[in-house]
């Protein structure tokens, strides 16, 4: 199994920054996405941001774009977002996330992939 353990959270003003961190382990596809989710209370979880192994492409939901980068370093297997303005609306449970890339018009994607490997999540709260 993989093990995902967030970390980063806080609390925050608008405007400031944030860097989560997910450290992984127990990597086991040979082509792999991992991703970043929130979820606020009495809300839906929702995308945040994936990335795929082979080639690095990256996803981000539209209310982030501009403002939120996902990143991994696979050496040492963590995977971060960079959060910069952040908004009220940011506010959520932040939770890491990995499953099997899939092969999608000739390319690996992370569209429409099931996300197994979940992490305990942790807190971002940004006040206005």
């Known amino acids: 199994q993989v093990q995902l353990v967030e970390s980063g959270g806080g609390s925050v003003q608008a405007g400031g920054s944030l860097r989560l961190s997910c450290a992984a382990s127990?990597?086991?596809?040979?082509?792999?996405?991992m991703g970043w989710f929130r979820q606020a209370p009495g809300k839906e979880r929702e995308a945040v941001a994936t990335?795929?192994?082979?080639?690095?492409?990256?996803t981000y939901a539209d209310s982030v774009k501009g403002r939120f980068t996902i990143s991994k370093d696979n050496a040492k297997k963590i995977l971060y977002l960079q959060m910069n303005s952040l908004k009220p609306e940011d506010t959520a449970m932040y939770y890491c996330?990995?499953?099997?890339?899939?092969?999608?018009?000739?390319?690996?994607?992370?569209?429409?992939?099931?996300?197994?490997?979940w992490g305990q999540g942790t807190q971002v709260s940004v006040s206005s």
């Open positions: 996330a990995y499953g099997p890339s899939r092969w999608i018009d000739h390319v690996w994607s992370c569209r429409g992939v099931a996300f197994s490997s």
């Open positions: 127990g990597y086991t596809y040979s082509r792999d996405c």
């Open positions: 990335i795929e192994s082979y080639g690095g492409t990256t």
